[in-house]
């Protein structure tokens, strides 16, 4: 995937911000696993969160979330770009 074609989208769920990317030749959104989690869990920490929810699927039902999920670099809120859990939207 060509992340120089890819557009950085703020959408705003329950007054948080989710990071989304828009990939033009996939005609596909990215969406940040680590929001939604912090959003829908209500968590102060969703990254620690989201980790641990990894590995309890995978140990306890042998699920690997690489088979949905994919890593882009999303801006992080200290300004850097940094490899961040995200997951398709179809549209």
Do not use: H
């Amino acid at each position: 995937m060509n992340q120089d074609k890819m557009y950085l989208i703020n959408k705003i769920f329950n007054n948080e911000t989710i990071r989304t990317v828009w990939d033009k030749e996939q005609e596909k959104y990215f969406i940040s696993v680590v929001d939604i989690v912090g959003v829908l869990a209500d968590s102060s920490e969703p990254r620690k969160y989201w980790n641990w929810l990894k590995n309890k699927l995978k140990k306890e039902e042998n699920f690997e979330m690489s088979s949905i999920t994919r890593q882009l670099k999303l801006k992080a809120q200290d300004g850097k770009y940094r490899m961040t859990d995200v997951v398709d939207i179809k549209c």
